[in-house]
């Protein structure tokens, strides 16, 4: 203060200096949150400007207060501010003084302090009903706090079941401007600046100030937003780089700001969202109908005597240049960077309205800022049910020449037994674009006959975006088509992860909960390579992907893949560390010190029953010799024994041929043994080529009874092998030693592990904690559904019996939740639109009949639950628009400080055994089984109860951070409610006559839009089943056998 009043001074002549007077003057701009201000004029406005020095009262009736909001929750005198220039503060209080002068600024401020310490109505204040929230804590009833830029107050409390939950009712404290005003004699006008250096220089550090000032206040409101990035990208260059900033053209737009460029020294305001109520003086508008860029001293009021005097001047052409307008959005030409990832959130994609509205760009995307800069891009792999693939590349601005891979669903492709058929380049002008169509198991088609098909899709939506220097996943429900990223809501969730210094392979096989120095390792980029291995298993042109893959850093992943492969998928089967036999690079050796376990594999054998038809052992003598040797085997726990494995490298007929012996392995070396038959061809071939290399080595176990019930029967069923592969003497060495053929094998290799899938997953990933069932407020599932389903999942979710929650049994199964449980007391609730919502819809029921999918049996059985509850779109814009979402959410909340914890899933999954699994019962010595139909992929994210969090980020976390794309909690259906099964609306249909002409048109749309696989009612029920041995592996071992004859003879 003393260098700007001793600059002030300057500017006078020393003899015509006379007494003057100065008078602090301060504006407040307050900035509406979605509902808008009323003015006294009653039109509506977004940007409020209050004076210092007063008190305003904000609430509900025009007759009482100075800001008015039109909603019941608000009182009629709610609140009041007063900011109060002498301190530089700013004060809200929850209610209003009763009963004194509030033009007294003495009195107002003497209230203030007085009602510091204790405020009740008895004292002059009467409180709020419905309270005051400054960034979400709620001020006391009759207190006062201060308020500074940047903080968010809210006048109501969210109440979910409120129908206009979501719409937020209060401001932003945009800025606060200061102001004196020097009053002096009339002389004024004839005196002349004694020091005007000193005056210019004191006007630039003054400018400066403002400007540090401005960025402080900026980074403040970043730092206090939902969504930072968007806010950066879309109000502010804070580095000065951008010759203009995007404005927002929209009437309903959430937060419209006037904001500041430090390079150009303007701000940009919203010209089209000004009423008439607000006060624009000497305004002169450039040629652009969103924006308009402002002189910073000119202010924007709504209040008529709040205005200071200013003027708006054009800025050059040269600034505006780089400005073009496309669907009232003022865009840079490069402004896509999304930077950070949404973390353990995800966003929405952000939809192309009809009517040219434009609505807050808070937790969107769309897929061009997911792909920016695509020019980066040296690779890209993309996963999607139905696509359109010539408006991806138009779309996104593809480069022709990037290799692309597109992976997606095709009936007849996806079942062909030829690798040729599951690969194609339709795209002369994109000759590295690659479409490629994962292989249906023979187990899940109808009969095992894969011509008759079976219950699959190819229903997972991902992209693997590499670049030099990083690699970004994302996971979305969206499918690659124009209509499904523009016109129907989606999840997105995306993270980027940096490139490592040397690869790592053995981050290839991580376990989840597997420990190192640092903590718990993360297996993301295990599961993520075991999920695209499944996909390019027989295409060795793409197993590149794997070895990619191996060069980037994923330990720091927000959430836990969850993938679904079609296929009978067995638990895992544990490891023993009893192995004495490995097949290594020489040979068969003995057991290996300190070797390193990575996975196992369900194999078989093949041959068995060469060796003991009746025509080859006619006296049953090898039989008998057989079951010696069965029976002096030793058995582990799981009634297992070791085989010998053994490279044939003189069978002309297969180079990479490994026999399987079985004998007394004391005596090995002595020749006492019997050969039971070959790995199958397919098999042998990667571990032939990994075990020669020296990078893995492999032992294996199989059961005796299964081998001798088979020799028995003379049957061509397959006898289940369990190989396990451990890290092989020059593991290490894989990067400077690796061949193409050795990718290859490593991506079978890879595809081959068993691991968790579908419910499998869901359970090993939830099952690191204990859930407390006492403490579940909420379990809900917004998708697609199927009746028989709800107690399968649930229990993989961690359900469990009350009354035996906290029994310390050992066995796995006791107080898991039964079928019997989900009956008595229904488990989740089923979040589903109602027919009435999609005949509502803004699109018509057109654009959701193909992307819901409930037979009208499933309804009927499951109406007497009472578990469905309506799918009512959040954010309230996105109400009228289908949602094609797939989330689930299991809520806690801790009876000690209130915390919320629990987990959350988005990705492709249907709520269906289809894409989930369904368990069924087997005769096999393994035990159970879980039968898959679709390849899926998701992510979870988990927020652990608070004694059980692994790190100290993890305990400020709330399951209520991450906002679910419908209103919770859903509304519970009514009595004459109705989902939108496919029942429901092919009637709705029927009765629009006057849609004749769409219902035409339709099939034009079928193969776009369609993404849901046929009504549960339409799935056949599995029976028991015995797999055979192929023809080609029955002709296979046979060769070989000829060939060990013909040496032995």
């Not at 020294?265 to 009423?275: E, G, K, P």
């Not at 070396?669 to 032939?688: C, D, M």
């Not at 469905?868 to 628009?881: L, M």
């Amino acid at each position: 203060m003393a260098k700007r009043q001793q600059a002030e001074e300057d500017f006078f002549d020393d003899n015509k200096r006379q007494r003057r007077t100065t008078t602090k003057v301060g504006l407040l701009y307050l900035r509406s949150l979605d509902a808008p201000f009323i003015s006294s004029t009653t039109s509506t406005t977004n940007l409020f400007c209050l004076r210092s020095d007063r008190l305003y009262t904000i609430g509900r009736k025009h007759c009482y207060c100075n800001v008015v909001f039109d909603d019941p929750r608000v009182s009629k005198r709610h609140c009041q501010i007063f900011f109060d220039a002498c301190e530089r503060k700013v004060f809200i209080l929850d209610g209003f003084f009763l009963h004194f002068n509030s033009n007294d600024l003495n009195e107002v401020r003497k209230k203030l302090f007085q009602f510091q310490e204790t405020c009740n109505e008895e004292e002059g204040v009467r409180p709020s009903l419905n309270g005051v929230f400054v960034n979400d804590i709620r001020v006391g009833k009759g207190k006062f706090v201060e308020l500074c830029i940047g903080d968010e107050v809210k006048l109501v409390c969210a109440n979910e079941l409120d129908l206009n939950f979501g719409i937020k009712i209060g401001f932003v404290v945009e800025r606060v401007f200061f102001s004196e005003d020097v009053l002096r004699c009339s002389l004024m006008d004839n005196c002349v600046p004694r020091n005007l250096n000193k005056r210019m220089e004191v006007e630039n550090n003054h400018l400066i100030s403002c400007q540090a000032g401005f960025l402080l206040n900026e980074c403040r409101l970043i730092l206090h937003s939902e969504d930072p990035i968007s806010y950066i990208r879309g109000c502010i260059d804070l580095k000065g780089e951008k010759e203009v900033l995007r404005s927002c053209n929209a009437v309903d737009i959430r937060a419209p700001r006037t904001v500041f460029d430090a390079q150009h020294d303007v701000l940009v305001a919203n010209a089209s969202n000004l009423t008439k109520s607000c006060l624009l003086k000497s305004c002169k508008e450039i040629g652009l109908s969103s924006g308009t860029i402002l002189q910073k001293d000119c202010i924007q009021t709504s209040v008529t005597n709040a205005c200071g005097d200013c003027s708006y001047k054009i800025l050059p052409s040269n600034v505006t240049k780089n400005v073009h307008h496309n669907n009232s959005v003022l865009r840079l030409n490069e402004n896509l960077d999304l930077g950070l990832s949404p973390g353990k959130k995800f966003y929405l994609n952000r939809l192309d309205f009809k009517d040219n509205r434009l609505f807050g760009q808070h937790m969107m995307v769309t897929l061009p800022e997911l792909l920016h800069p695509v020019q980066s891009i040296c690779r890209m792999f993309v996963a999607t049910f139905t696509s359109d693939i010539s408006w991806f590349l138009s779309y996104c601005k593809v480069p022709n020449k990037l290799p692309v891979t597109i992976a997606c669903h095709n009936t007849e492709r996806c079942w062909s037994s030829s690798p040729d058929k599951r690969i194609s380049t339709p795209y002369e002008d994109f000759p590295n674009l690659v479409l490629i169509y994962p292989p249906f198991p023979d187990v899940i088609a109808f009969g095992q006959d894969r011509k008759r098909h079976g219950i699959a899709c190819h229903h997972p939506k991902f992209l693997v975006l590499q670049r030099e220097d990083s690699v970004r996943v994302v996971v979305t429900s969206a499918n690659l088509v124009s209509k499904q990223w523009n016109d129907v809501t989606n999840t997105v969730w995306w993270q980027d992860f940096p490139l490592k210094s040397i690869p790592d392979y053995s981050s290839l096989f991580t376990s989840i909960g597997e420990e190192t120095f640092e903590g718990l390792k993360s297996d993301f980029a295990a599961q993520l390579a075991g999920f695209v291995a499944s996909l390019v298993v027989d295409i060795p042109s793409q197993a590149h992907w794997i070895i990619e893959l191996t060069k980037y850093e994923f330990g720091g992943a927000n959430g836990y893949l969850v993938a679904s492969v079609p296929g009978m998928h067995r638990h895992k089967t544990p490891y023993t560390l009893e192995a004495m036999h490995f097949l290594s690079s020489s040979g068969s050796a003995s057991r290996l010190n300190g070797v390193k376990f990575v996975g196992s594999v369900e194999a078989s054998l093949v041959g068995l029953k060469h060796r003991f038809h009746t025509t080859a052992d006619s006296n049953g003598a090898a039989l008998k010799t057989l079951a010696a040797f069965l029976g002096k085997c030793q058995e582990n726990a799981f009634a297992m024994s070791e085989v010998v494995l053994k490279r044939n490298h003189n069978i002309p007929a297969d180079a990479n041929a490994v026999s399987v012996l079985i004998c007394n392995l004391d005596e090995f070396s002595e020749g006492e043994y019997i050969q039971l038959g070959f790995l199958p061809r397919n098999t042998a071939k990667w571990v032939a080529s990994l075990c020669d290399a020296g990078f893995f080595s492999f032992s294996a176990y199989i059961h005796p009874k299964e081998v001798l019930a088979a020799a028995l029967e003379g049957s061509n069923n397959i006898v289940q092998l369990i190989l396990y592969v451990s890290q092989g003497p020059r593991f290490s060495e894989i990067p400077s030693l690796l061949q193409a053929e050795h990718v290859v094998s490593i991506c079978s290799l890879i595809a081959s592990l068993q691991r968790c899938v579908g419910l499998s997953r869901l359970q090993e990933v939830l099952g690191q904690y204990k859930w407390p069932e006492l403490l579940e407020t909420d379990f809900v599932y917004g998708t697609s559904i199927d009746s028989k389903f709800l107690a399968a999942f649930s229990s993989a979710a961690g359900k469990r019996s009350i009354q035996s929650t906290e029994s310390e049994e050992s066995d796995p199964e006791w107080g898991r939740w039964s079928a019997n449980e989900e009956l008595k007391k229904p488990s989740m609730r089923i979040v589903f639109p109602t027919i009435d919502r999609v005949k509502k819809a803004s699109c018509g029921i057109w654009s959701s009949r193909r992307l819901l999918c409930l037979s009208e049996g499933t309804w009927q059985r499951l109406r007497p639950a009472d578990i469905f509850h309506d799918a009512i779109p959040h954010p309230n814009y996105r109400v009228g628009y289908p949602m094609h979402i797939k989330v689930a959410r299991r809520r806690f909340q801790s009876k000690t400080d209130g915390s919320s914890f629990g987990w959350v899933y988005c990705g492709s999954h249907n709520f269906s055994p289809a894409a989930w699994g369904r368990p069924t019962s087997a005769s096999a010595s393994l035990g159970s089984k879980l039968h898959i139909c679709n390849y899926e992929l998701g992510i979870v994210f988990i927020v652990p109860p608070n004694n059980k969090s692994k790190n100290i980020s993890e305990k400020s976390l709330s399951i209520d951070d991450i906002a679910l794309p419908f209103v919770l909690p859903a509304p519970k259906y009514r009595p004459n409610d109705r989902p939108a099964t496919a029942k429901a609306m092919r009637e709705a249909i029927a009765e629009l006559a006057a849609l004749q002409k769409e219902i035409d048109n339709e099939q034009e749309d079928v193969e776009e839009m369609m993404d849901e696989i046929p009504d549960d009612d339409e799935i056949v029920e599995l029976v028991e089943y015995v797999t055979e041995e192929r023809e080609e592996e029955k002709v296979y071992a046979e060769k070989l056998w000829s060939q060990v004859d013909s040496v032995e003879d």
